[in-house]
DNA sequence: CGAATAGGTAATTGAATGATTACTAAGGTC
DNA sequence: GACCTTAGTAATCATTCAATTACCTATTCG
């Protein structure tokens, strides 16, 4: 009930820009490309509808960017685990970063709604591209065999599912999605469950 | 330019609603639920938008039984697999059975656009019930240890991924795109290619 | 045959949404 | 303390799209 002239909160472009691109995240990574309107990521980041697009030009620029963040962060995260080391378990110690990354609330899931989108020329190409950087990385820089990088990926791609399934929903009330989550998700499950809280 | 009375094809609205249903998960499967339009469904089956809608009410109920036809295939193709003996080898026949689902246009990819909407009330359900629906399947008829499953239905969603993000059409121009298929695809490779022709 | 039924379409509408335009106020700087 | 740049909004536009309405015309069947 904003009662009394409340300074209205103005900050540097850059700050603001950073703002937005986190609740865009959310919001792609929870309704897709087409399904998020620059409205409700407005809304998100406390601006108007019109800064948004202008900050970015277009709707679909935003997304560029907010995948080309995530990404960032993505690969950020797993060159951190490897320099901490390069032991027999760095598969594990990735996996569980990557789930760590859930967190960053629709990171994960703005990624795969892209992987979704080869067709679009301009989202696929970017997205192709992306993913091949996360593939090269794993075989050129941590060191994995193919087979080790199909297994890791793919178990990603996996966990990317369940939680855009958000099958911790079922957790208390389906055996089998709990069996699901368990055997998905050997450690940080309890991060996953954790989410079920903050969201909506 | 339709020069003379081609006999309009009418057909009986059973035969013509699983043209349709094709049609809708080819379009479906590409742009996903939000981004795929009744006009392009219709279109592509070769009627009017507004009959599209009025064979299935709306939109949101046309895709929930794209889903539920890709979700009876895909349950059928496994237990035609099992049918024809549960050796050793069962996991690879049924991984080859799956690719070869990719012939079914869109099939694969309307339930994994499907798997991202976790959070749509209607759809969410659905699909989370597909999902646990296969999972049960693996687990009870095909007798897969949890394990098992989750190795499974990982490589699943890596196959749905490379798919869907158009990856074969780096196939010639890219070494890592070309292992990472390889890798992914043992076997049923050159499916996935030959898809490249058909498409676009 | 004649009429009912089934398989459709053309025209239109109303709401949603990305984008544009025109404006306003804050705050550093000389 | 005027000035100009930066950060933002309100109002509105143009399109797209799902849905509705009002028809039309083959085919079936008594």
Redesign the interface.
């Given at each position: 009930m904003r009662t009394e002239a409340e300074p209205i909160p103005r900050m540097r472009a850059e700050d603001r820009r950073e703002l937005v691109l986190e609740a865009a995240t959310g919001v792609f990574g929870?309704?897709?490309?087409?399904?998020a309107t620059t409205d409700q990521i407005a809304k998100a980041a406390g601006v108007s509808q019109p800064y948004v697009v202008r900050m970015f030009g277009t709707k679909e620029q935003l997304f560029l960017d907010v995948l080309q963040r995530a990404l960032d962060r993505l690969l950020e995260t797993f060159r951190g685990v490897l320099a901490q080391g390069a032991g027999e378990d760095l598969g594990l110690r990735m996996g569980t970063a990557y789930v760590e990354l859930l967190t960053d609330r629709g990171l994960l899931?703005s990624l795969?709604?892209g992987?979704?989108?080869?067709?679009d020329p301009v989202i696929?190409a970017v997205?192709?591209d992306g993913?091949?950087q996360v593939?090269?990385f794993l075989?050129e820089e941590a060191g994995f065999t193919?087979?080790q990088?199909?297994?890791f990926?793919?178990?990603g791609?996996?966990v990317?599912?369940l939680?855009?399934?958000?099958?911790s929903?079922?957790y208390d009330t389906?055996p089998?999605?709990k069996?699901?989550l368990?055997?998905?998700l050997p450690e940080k499950l309890e991060l996953v469950l954790a989410l079920r809280e903050s969201?909506?």
């Amino acid at each position: 009930m904003r009662t009394e002239a409340e300074p209205i909160p103005r900050m540097r472009a850059e700050d603001r820009r950073e703002l937005v691109l986190e609740a865009a995240t959310g919001v792609f990574g929870e309704f897709g490309y087409f399904g998020a309107t620059t409205d409700q990521i407005a809304k998100a980041a406390g601006v108007s509808q019109p800064y948004v697009v202008r900050m970015f030009g277009t709707k679909e620029q935003l997304f560029l960017d907010v995948l080309q963040r995530a990404l960032d962060r993505l690969l950020e995260t797993f060159r951190g685990v490897l320099a901490q080391g390069a032991g027999e378990d760095l598969g594990l110690r990735m996996g569980t970063a990557y789930v760590e990354l859930l967190t960053d609330r629709g990171l994960l899931l703005s990624l795969m709604h892209g992987f979704a989108m080869g067709s679009d020329p301009v989202i696929g190409a970017v997205t192709r591209d992306g993913f091949l950087q996360v593939y090269k990385f794993l075989r050129e820089e941590a060191g994995f065999t193919p087979e080790q990088v199909r297994m890791f990926i793919a178990n990603g791609m996996l966990v990317n599912t369940l939680v855009g399934l958000r099958m911790s929903d079922e957790y208390d009330t389906n055996p089998l999605a709990k069996e699901c989550l368990c055997v998905a998700l050997p450690e940080k499950l309890e991060l996953v469950l954790a989410l079920r809280e903050s969201q909506r």
